[in-house]
């Protein structure tokens, strides 16, 4: 069974350009949600995508958006870069299914995102 | 504002042996409490969750508990490997259904042979 894939798994853009990110999740996942972390904030939520609708929202800037598409295959992007954009963005599929406590997410390897 | 505290930031311990990671929580409301496995250059792997009515979970060699009355929880790692070198996230989530998630700063936990 494949795991979730996150492409690029690196890459290298300069300040004012804008990054998009592909989130491939487990086949029959239909959660798709996005993640943030850097050694001063650590982990933090940006969003989350289900039924091609985000659902929640972390508190992020409005240059940070998404979306799903009907396969759950989701994108990020981020527009106008800043110097604290850099990176590691983790995408996490799970199935959604309601119960507490059973919405395991799985993560992928993410993808590391360098802005100079 | 919602916050998961976790300590220590970093452990070094011999291989084989056991030890202890706290988190402290004030989020609200509470719906279930996660605590992720990372190793470098990896994504978050799950280890546990629980809900408010659980105080006790475990996965191998690794136990967690949960007081929902102090908000606080703890992972046991017993009988420690090498492979156990990573960071340990604890998280917590508000909401049943969603991904909504308050995440600590992580342990990070070195075993050394």
């Known amino acids: 069974k494949a795991g979730v894939t996150q492409t690029p798994r690196y890459l290298i853009k300069t300040r004012g350009q804008q990054v998009t990110l592909s989130c491939s999740p487990i086949s029959g996942h239909r959660s798709v949600s996005w993640y943030q972390q850097t050694p001063g904030q650590g982990l933090q939520f940006l969003f989350e995508?289900?039924?091609?609708?985000?659902?929640n929202k972390g508190n992020f800037p409005g240059r940070f958006s998404g979306r799903q598409f009907s396969n759950s295959r989701s994108e990020m992007n981020v527009s106008t870069l800043e110097l604290g954009d850099s990176a590691l963005y983790l995408c996490a599929s799970s199935p959604r299914t309601g119960n507490s406590g059973a919405n395991v997410l799985t993560f992928g390897a993410g993808s590391r995102l360098t802005v100079l | 504002k919602n916050q998961v505290e976790q300590s220590p930031q970093s452990l070094i311990i011999l291989e084989g042996k056991n030890c202890t990671l706290q988190?402290?929580?004030?989020?609200?409301?509470?719906?279930?409490l996660r605590w992720y496995k990372q190793d470098t250059g990896r994504g978050p792997v799950s280890l546990t969750i629980?809900?408010?009515?659980?105080n006790t979970k475990s996965n191998g060699r690794y136990t967690a508990t949960l007081d929902a009355d102090t908000k606080q929880s703890s992972l046991h790692i017993t009988a420690s490997q090498l492979s156990d070198s990573a960071s340990y996230i604890c998280v917590v989530s508000v909401d049943n259904a969603g991904n909504m998630l308050t995440f600590g700063g992580g342990t990070r936990l070195m075993v050394k042979p």
């Open positions: 988190c402290n929580y004030t989020v609200s409301p509470f719906s279930n």
């Open positions: 629980m809900t408010f009515s659980e």
């Open positions: 995508y289900f039924s091609e609708t985000q659902r």
